[in-house]
Structure formats: C-alpha cells, structure tokens
C-alpha cells in the first residue's frame, strides 16, 4: 500500500535533450486552491523555466535596448548643449 498525498504538478517535455527529458514542477497548494492562477500561466512560467537559454538572450537583448537608450539620451543632451 502507497502512502502520501495528492500533489498538482506540471511535467513539461524538452528543454536540453542532452541533459534531461522531463522537467516536473510541484505547484503550492495555496495557489490551486485560491484559484489565483491558470492552467495556461503555470505551463508558461513552467516552459520559460525550462529554457534558460531562451532568458539569457532575452537578458542580453534587454542590455543592449538599455544601453542604446543610454547613449541616445546622452547624445541628444551633447547635441543640446553644443548647440546652445
């Protein structure tokens, strides 16, 4: 006889197929029972979990959006007072 208890999880398939076939995310029990999250949510935080590689460009990109922010502010101010 198997003793425990019920537990809502999250299996999501893939990833690095090198290193790993399955992820399994265990979800807390106040957030199923609150119904303060979807179906869809949690298989969207599980999936962007599951590809870190997909983050760090995104982490990168963002970088580079900032600092090309960054020097286009600073440019305009330099135009501005070389004109005035």
Do not use: H, N, Y
Request: proline share 2%; with cysteine.
């Amino acid at each position: 006889m198997v003793k425990g208890i019920t537990r809502q999880v999250v299996v999501v398939q893939g990833g690095d197929p090198a290193m790993f076939e399955q992820a399994i995310f265990l979800v807390r029990d106040d957030l199923v029972s609150q119904g303060g999250v979807s179906e869809e949510a949690l298989l969207e935080e599980a999936r962007r979990a599951c590809s870190p590689s997909l983050t760090l460009w995104a982490r990168i990109r963002d970088r580079l959006l900032w600092a090309g922010c960054g020097a286009g502010a600073m440019g305009a101010l330099w135009l501005a007072a070389a004109l005035l």
